[in-house]
Structure formats: C-alpha cells, structure tokens
C-alpha cells in the first residue's frame, strides 16, 4: 500500500469516525446483576472443556463467567491505557496529516471505551484486575519502533475483536455485556482496518531496509507479545474470585492444554494471516 492509498483510507475512516461515533449513553447499567445468566460465551470461557469445567455445577460456571468477563474488560483497561499513552507520544510526527487527524479520533474512541470497561469492573466487582504479564516493551528505536508499536496494537485488538463479536452474538449473555462487547466490536472495525493499513503501508516502506537478522529479532518480539497477551486469558485471580482452588496451578494448566492450543491457533490463523504471511509472526526457524 502507498501513502495515496493511505491517506485516502485515513480520511474515509475519520469521516465515518465523525459520522458514526457512538455514545456508552446507550448502555442501560442496572443496579443489581442477574444471578442465573451468562457473563461470558461459555465455549470462550479460558477452563471450557477441561476436567474443573466438568466439576463445577451450572450455577458455579455462571459465577466463574462473571469474574472471567471482569478479567477481560480489566484487560481492554490496561491494553487501552497502553495504547492512548503510545499513540498520543507519536502524535504529528507522522509521514501524513491525514494520519494524526485520524489518530485523534482513535484515542477519543478509546478512551470511551476505557470508560465502560472500567465502569463495569469497578461498579459489579469492586475492582479492576491488575495486568500480570502483558510484555509492551520495545527494544529497537525509529522506524522499527513504529511498525512494533502499531503491529502490537494491532495483535492485540484483533485477539479482543474476536470476543467482542463472538460474545455480542451470544443470546445466553447478560445483555449489558452483549452490549459493552457490541459499542467496542462497532467502533473497533474501523481501528483494526486502519491498523492493518498502516502495517501493510509501513512495511512496504522499510521491508528493503529490515535484514534477516532484523526479521527474526521482529518476528521473536511479536510472537512473544501474542503468548503474554494469550497469557492474561487465564487469570489465577479471577478463578480464586470464582471460588477455585489451586488458582495458579490451573491458570498453568488449562493454558498448556491442546484445547486451549487449538483455540489460540485458530483464532490467530482466521485473524492475523497477513502478519503470518509477511513471517512478522510465526515459526520462521
């Protein structure tokens, strides 16, 4: 992609950001939570399937998906913060306008949606988890730096994506979590169509000047990112809240099992394929 299709894609999503901002006015915040639905899409629940998922009785998952949907939002907190806090530093110093006038729109979106999630955690469950694992440092600097910075957003916020859609689709769930997961789904399709056309016009710009060496020491980084990323699905705090026992060993277990495997492969290969076919992730020896 070059930067005339670019900055033509930047300014068709700013006018749709202007056209179609959506407001968290249209989430109704009850003042108690049922006790008998689903927080959370129970197949996406991090333990579905394993030998503790088949111990619990229906009212104990119920109570396990309320703390695992408080694990996510709390994750789309800091994954957010992280994110306002690293665009806003490389504000105008873009190649394009277009690009900062975008960006703009971007972090107001995002702090909004930092706003929901964190109102939910703090407003049903007294808090908002802590990040355990969530690797965001970079080591290379310049032109580098860049194409990590928006390639982690963009991992990041497509692995999110993926819940967001799948739980707002979830007629079992809780209808101001459906909703939460839809205002973020809506509004982050134009973020993850901007990020992919930053990378696929970023790359092309510096794929010329990035060795093999290069490759590989951004390949490594990305895939470590995905893993600690992964990691904050399985939260030792969320299944002691659940009324679990063993929390941490658990949290090890189930994500080292095939299932939870699987689950990561195929979400990963159905949403980060062109990261895959550039090798900036992956196995590539």
Not at 136 to 153: Q, S, W
Request: aromatic share 14%; with cysteine; proline share 2%.
């Amino acid at each position: 992609m070059n930067i005339a299709t670019f900055t033509t894609q930047l300014k068709k999503l700013t006018h749709m950001s202007e056209q179609q901002f959506l407001t968290p006015d249209a989430i109704t915040w009850p003042e108690h939570l049922p006790e008998n639905q689903w927080f959370f899409s129970a197949e996406l629940i991090s333990i579905f399937g394993s030998k503790q998922w088949h111990e619990l009785t229906e009212q104990q998952q119920i109570r396990l998906s309320f703390y695992e949907a408080v694990n996510f939002f709390s994750l789309n907190v800091h994954g957010e913060k992280y994110l306002i806090n690293a665009v806003s530093s490389h504000l105008f110093n873009f190649p394009s306008i277009a690009m900062s006038e975008y960006l703009l729109h971007f972090i107001e979106e995002e702090a909004k949606h930092m706003m929901y999630f964190s109102r939910f955690c703090i407003q049903y469950a007294n808090k908002v988890y802590p990040l355990r694992a969530l690797d965001i440092a970079a080591e290379p600097h310049g032109d580098i730096e860049l194409l990590l910075l928006f390639a982690r957003i963009y991992i990041f916020e497509t692995v999110v994506d993926e819940y967001n859609r799948r739980i707002a689709n979830d007629k079992n769930v809780v209808a101001i979590v459906a909703d939460i997961n839809r205002l973020h789904h809506l509004e982050e399709s134009r973020h993850l169509a901007f990020g992919l056309g930053f990378l696929k016009y970023w790359f092309n710009e510096q794929k010329n000047n990035i060795d093999e060496q290069q490759l590989l020491k951004i390949n490594q980084h990305l895939n470590g990112f995905l893993l600690t990323t992964w990691k904050q699905f399985y939260c030792p705090d969320a299944y002691f809240d659940a009324g679990l026992t063993d929390c941490a060993g658990l949290s090890m277990a189930v994500f080292n099992s095939e299932r939870a495997k699987l689950h990561r492969d195929a979400l990963q290969q159905k949403r980060l394929g062109w990261l895959y076919q550039q090798q900036l992730l992956g196995d590539v020896g």
